[in-house]
């Protein structure tokens, strides 16, 4: 069972890498600079669902450093550590209380605090408070995609959970 579970994770943290790369490769036509749909969190959202909060880590985590590193972006590694990684607690912690037909929930608030912790990223790095003026658009836009990802999560975990542990 142990080796299913691996294969499966392995699978999940190579289509997570997959739609990270290609996302990377179309960005959003939005006077926003790195607005991205987050598509990659449908992935994250499923494993917690399906396997728990460790497994759902390492595929994060693998993730952010292979997609960072293939499509060139390292600069922008801390960025997306910061709000990948404030985006999984906040999700791993909310499911906990939510049930099983409440995952886009907790899509919601992964989107929402992946943009406060990019912002915060931001806002530390360049020492530019006032990029503070974007957050109400981030914060819309991440309810908006919080909520796809979610819905689709949701979706794809009711359709595929008796083929997971």
């Known amino acids: 069972m142990r080796i299913r579970k ?5 699978l999940l943290t190579a289509i997570a890498l ?14 926003v600079p790195g607005l991205k749909l987050g598509l990659s969190n449908i992935v994250t959202l499923f494993a917690l669902a399906a396997f728990g909060w460790r497994e759902a880590l390492a595929i994060v ?6 997609g960072n590193l293939i499509t060139g972006q390292m600069m922008s590694l801390f ?11 906040c999700m791993a912690l909310s499911l906990r209380i939510l049930k099983q037909d409440q995952l886009w929930i907790a899509g919601v608030l992964g989107g929402i605090t ?5 912002m915060a990223v931001a806002v530390a790095v360049t020492q530019t408070p006032a990029l503070l003026v974007y957050l109400p658009v981030l914060l819309l836009c991440g309810i908006v ?5 979610g819905l689709s999560a ?3 975990y009711q359709k595929l959970r008796r083929f997971f542990p």
């Open 79 to 89: 960025y997306s550590l910061a709000g990948g990684l404030l985006s999984f607690a």
């Open 18 to 31: 997959t739609i990270f790369v290609v996302e990377a490769q179309f960005p959003l036509p939005v006077p």
């Open 61 to 66: 985590l693998v993730r952010i450093f292979l």
């Open 114 to 118: 992946h943009n406060l912790g990019q």
């Open 145 to 149: 995609t919080g909520t796809l990802t």
């Open 154 to 156: 949701q979706l794809l």
């Open 6 to 10: 691996l294969a499966l994770c392995a």
